[in-house]
DNA sequence: CCCCCTTCTGGAACCGGTTCCATGCGAGGG
DNA sequence: CCCTCGCATGGAACCGGTTCCAGAAGGGGG
């Protein structure tokens, strides 16, 4: 356990000199700047990042809660901040926020709070202001990814949009019975993203005149096994189908699209189906969707929080800019059929 | 920025006194401790992990390495070991190892080293013997996940067994023109998985007198995009076309699945395949596979962990034993048509 | 020639806890 | 009655760095 000490009796140089010359604050010859790099590499010394954090406050570590690791957009966002922090020499430390309440207050009362973390970045939760608040008190910056909070930069692409453009395809194509598979509106975790989508599907239906109602909508969880099941039992009656199916999320239209398949349904030919997000399987189901970039978002929030840590007296707004998107279209998506 | 010392002001005792109230550690009256508590939290007070470590050397944090993310037995492995830590009191800190050589250097030979993960643990990543070293003359623990690694505890199924298992199902079942669709034996960052599968093939294979080389084995990247485009090239050709498929992974054989359906190849009748891993969405494609657990050895990873932890003075013996599979028979899989 | 400024270095305080050691006190045993 | 032991508490050292401050040396300008 070499210590910055053993390094300087080994350089010959004071405690202070040997930090200097080791960190690269302040003046130091080049000369004992090498004789000490030398000592530090002949003992393999590496700095206690505690010890230097107790005193300058700064921990170079950010802590980032995320609902979920195991779906696309999630994973997506993760790898994204985290190359992003590597590469700015930072570390990541990983909260998933289950619905767990207790858990919940855990993570932000104590986790978060003891000075281990320099920022937060929160993807796909809606933080409470409470506990917007007790990060706020601490200092600490605080970056969203999908999904916009109150008093929060936030990166997201915008929900509404995106599920009135993907509505506007089908319609323009000719379609008038189209349903919504969305998500679970009682979901507390994000349900943001889920009222959104549903927003923007009925905001186009309702500018095309088109019907839009309780038999136009059916929630279900925001994934594979989810589109599947829902799509199982919506499709198979032939009478109460419809010939066009904007899903919450890619997940959710492959999904269906396997659903459909197994019911003999041809897609497109008898049922279009289109996604949003861009999903790495989109392409192998031929399926059309609004494509959203979640690494890129990772790394902008990273890039943010580095600016805010980087400028701390600067008073940054805190707003939220929609984040690009681009309409993939794809086989699943075609004119009705007679 | 409330410090111990303040505590102590407030409640009228020392330092040592308001230390050993707030951890637990030593004789403090119950009076005295509720004092302490009580200005605590009047205050506002949490410890700073910091400082704390500083003195006592350890961080109540692990580090985890891991290739991917976004992939469903890594997600899987890395939800288990988040909520095991979480509930044992530990920060997880997550470092994804991409094939970039400097940048996996720069993890261990600095980010790990730093004091400020108590131990480590390795998924899915074949570690150098410099590296266990490394580690090692830190004196941290080191456990592995899938696949095992010399000279270190290790969690993962038998993968030799496990597939020469899928494969005498299929033989079972009365094939004999059987392929193998494994991963890439070029890829350094896990090969022994892949390798280890294909073994198990060819082991099965061979013992049942049944011709294996060349060209019953075909390579692609373990994904189901990989699978697919493997699928449909492999499959297009109907004189050449298997009457079944080991694949090398879930998703691989998902790919497959969906490739021969696009194909107009029907499932089992024309195809059987079959996979490893027990993947969510196996039932959803009616996939045979062999199931594995891995959010369990994640959580079995982090138990070892914090035993070691626990007891530093015990010499732990670094063996495998590999983890229970079980056979999920669904109807990917039938005997061969005429 | 003197003064000031820049560069370089060492001493010492400090970050915020934990823990060793000494001390005081009341209770129980011989 | 005295000695010992367990509990309770405070003082002070210490973990391993960073940084402020002071001082010394050398160079340039007035």
């Known amino acids: 356990m070499s210590a910055l000490s053993d390094v300087a009796r080994i350089a010959q140089v004071s405690k202070a000199t040997a930090s200097r010359a080791l960190s690269g604050n302040g003046y130091v010859s080049a000369e004992t700047r090498d004789r ?23 921990t170079r570590n950010v802590g980032v809660v ?31 926020l289950s619905a767990d309440a207790a858990e919940r207050r855990r993570v932000f009362e104590y ?4 000075k281990r973390v320099d920022a937060v970045i929160a993807v796909g939760i809606e933080l409470t202001s409470h506990e917007v608040g007790l990060l706020g008190s601490l200092a600490k910056p605080i970056v969203g990814v999908g999904g916009a909070i109150d008093g929060i930069a936030t990166f997201s692409i915008d929900d509404v949009a995106a599920a009135a453009l993907v509505t506007e395809h089908l319609i323009s194509l000719g379609h008038t019975r189209i349903m919504h598979f969305g998500g679970d509106q009682g979901n507390e975790m994000d349900f ?3 009222s959104q989508r549903l927003a923007g599907f009925t905001q186009a ?21 989810g589109g599947y099941e829902l799509a199982l039992a919506v499709l198979a009656d032939p009478r109460a189908r419809p010939s066009a199916v904007v899903a919450g999320s890619d997940e ?15 897609v497109p ?36 929080v580095m600016a805010e840590l980087d400028d701390e007296g ?8 929609p984040y690009p998107v681009r309409l993939e279209v794809r086989s699943s998506t075609t004119a009705p059929g007679v």
Request: include cysteine.
């Open 205 to 225: 239906m309702d500018a095309a005149g088109l019907p839009c109602g309780d038999d136009t909508f059916r929630a279900t969880e925001l994934s594979m096994p």
């Open 269 to 304: 030919a008898q049922l279009s189906v289109v996604g949003i997000d861009g999903h790495e399987l989109a392409p192998m189901f031929g399926l059309t969707t609004l494509a959203q970039d979640p690494g890129g978002q990772g790394t902008a929030a990273v890039e943010r």
């Open 66 to 96: 995320i609902p979920h690791i195991n779906r696309w957009y999630f994973g997506d966002v993760l790898e994204g901040i985290e190359s992003a922090l590597i590469a700015a020499g930072y570390d990541l430390t990983l909260y998933r």
């Open 252 to 266: 959710v239209a492959i999904g269906t699209i396997v659903a459909a398949r197994q019911l003999g349904i041809h």
């Open 36 to 58: 000490v790099v030398a000592a530090a590499a002949a003992i393999g010394y590496v700095v206690s990042s505690n010890a230097a954090s107790l005193v300058t406050g700064r």
């Open 111 to 114: 986790f978060l709070v003891r």
């Open 192 to 194: 943001r993203v889920h």
């Open 314 to 321: 600067r008073a940054w707004e805190r707003t939220w800019s």
